[in-house]
């Protein structure tokens, strides 16, 4: 079992006391198994409405265009067990989570939701110990690790804008290919009623087209 000093640095949070993150690893097996009182399904509870007020507000703010239910679906898929799967993961936390011995070759499978659980728990542990806008941070610290453009269709967004202006559609052409053939780069431009309305960089030619249409979708919006 790591330290909980290596995590807190992972985390990049400063505690004040560190007993809440204590409790935020505490597994109800692991409780159980020890008669301890505490086990961190409470802060599990608080933690899971935090971290949905926080992705919200950014998601909100991230993305002016869209409506309630492009909102409802974007926040849905950051706060998924996936989601809290892959963040516990790149955390490392099945490493500091106790659990009961019975417990421990479960900890990081789907179906127990161990690291899940333990993640919205971490939450509510900075919440309580160091109040929303640290906790907010946090949270908005991790949304730069996502790639909105595998979550929001900026294509096909774009394409319905176009033909409900113009009556078109869009046209995608590939302006640079650099880098080895192993880790190639691809610049794209969008042209939208022929003209260029975007330019987007990625590791493939979907990713660049993807981050051209989304420039030309929110800027064909706010020109409307």
């Given at each position: 079992m790591k330290t909980i000093e290596s995590l807190i640095e992972k985390l990049g949070v400063e505690f004040e006391d560190k007993s809440f993150l204590d409790v935020a690893l505490l597994h109800r097996s692991y409780s159980s198994a020890h008669q301890i009182e505490k086990d961190n399904e409470r802060l599990e509870f608080l933690g899971d409405s935090i971290l949905n007020a926080c992705v919200s507000d950014i998601i909100f703010r991230r993305f002016p265009e869209k409506d309630e239910g492009d909102l409802t679906k974007i926040r849905a898929r950051l706060v998924s067990r996936k989601a809290l799967?892959?963040?516990?993961?790149?955390?490392g936390l099945s490493d500091y989570i106790q659990v009961s011995d019975k417990m421990k070759d479960h900890i990081s499978t789907n179906q127990t939701h161990i690291v899940e659980n333990a993640m919205e728990a971490i939450v509510g542990a900075i919440y309580l110990d160091r109040g929303y806008e640290v906790t907010y941070a946090f949270v908005e610290n991790y949304m730069k690790n996502q790639d909105f453009h595998k979550i929001v269709d900026f294509k096909?967004?774009?394409?319905?804008?176009?033909v409900e202006?113009?009556?078109n559609?869009?046209?995608y052409k590939v302006l640079a290919e650099e880098g080895p053939a192993h880790r190639r780069k691809f610049k794209v431009a969008v042209l939208v009623n022929d003209k260029v309305s975007g330019k987007g960089k990625g590791n493939s030619k979907k990713e660049a087209e993807q981050a051209a249409a989304e420039?030309?979708?929110?800027k064909i919006s706010e020109d409307r």
């Open positions: 799967r892959v963040w516990g993961n790149r955390l096909s967004h774009l394409q319905e804008l176009s202006i113009f009556g559609l869009p046209e420039k030309a979708y929110k």
